[in-house]
């Protein structure tokens, strides 16, 4: 039922932001619920494994999250650039030379996961630096922020756990803070972007 859930939840921000469709965060969310489409149609017709998804999800993740900072929180278009360039080399490089596409590349999401960390942070300090928002509750850019740092920070904090997993016993552990944990941190996420995508964008 939580996976079924889980799955089924990017739904929630699409539905509530169809008004906000120029936002990048809607169409993260449409990236979400495809990618959650293809994973078993990739385990079941082509007998491959789901790690490729994951590892393409996480280029176009990262690259919706920066686009949605873009004009937020860099002062400057050549440090967004800069950094989006250098964290999507990094990521394919890393996949292409070391882990391969077929294995999820744990080390390059765990980078991506502290950048969304950083950025959510930084917009948060946007926001008390420029004093444009009365009302908290009522901005849009204040609840993607804690979307984003709430499931980052979670997600972050579980990738690191898969780091010291050896035992099985700890294998038993991780797939049920999966199946719970992340799953939940996921739920929790596309309801705090549907609330966020359901406000007016802030001026």
């Known amino acids: 039922?939580?996976?079924?859930?889980?799955?089924?939840?990017?739904?929630?921000?699409?539905?509530?932001?169809?008004?906000?469709?120029?936002?990048?965060?809607?169409?993260?969310?449409?990236?979400?619920?495809?990618?959650?489409?293809?994973?078993?149609?990739?385990?079941?017709?082509?007998?491959?494994?789901?790690?490729?998804?994951?590892?393409?999800?996480?280029?176009?993740?990262?690259?919706?999250?920066?686009?949605?900072?873009?004009?937020?929180v860099f002062p400057k278009g050549t440090l967004f650039y800069f950094w989006l360039g250098i964290s999507l080399s990094f990521f394919i490089t890393l996949t292409t030379f070391d882990t391969g596409w077929f294995r999820l590349n744990r080390l390059g999401i765990?980078?991506?996961?502290?950048?969304?960390?950083?950025?959510?942070?930084?917009?948060?300090?946007?926001?008390?630096?420029?004093?444009?928002?009365?009302?908290?509750?009522?901005?849009?850019?204040?609840?993607s922020n804690i979307a984003i740092l709430i499931y980052s920070s979670g997600a972050f904090f579980l990738f690191l756990l898969t780091i010291h997993i050896k035992t099985a016993a700890d294998k038993a552990t991780l797939i049920q803070l999966w199946n719970t944990l992340f799953l939940s941190l996921n739920i929790l996420k596309n309801i705090l972007l549907a609330i966020a995508l359901s406000k007016k964008e802030d001026a």
């Open 1 to 72: 039922m939580l996976l079924l859930l889980s799955i089924l939840s990017p739904l929630l921000p699409i539905i509530a932001g169809l008004r906000r469709r120029n936002n990048f965060l809607w169409w993260y969310a449409v990236c979400s619920i495809l990618n959650e489409g293809l994973v078993p149609v990739v385990r079941r017709c082509f007998q491959a494994e789901v790690a490729i998804t994951s590892n393409l999800f996480a280029l176009c993740e990262c690259c919706l999250i920066f686009l949605f900072y873009k004009n937020k």
């Open 110 to 143: 765990s980078v991506f996961l502290i950048e969304y960390i950083g950025l959510s942070i930084w917009g948060f300090f946007t926001i008390l630096r420029q004093q444009k928002i009365l009302f908290l509750e009522q901005s849009s850019f204040f609840w």
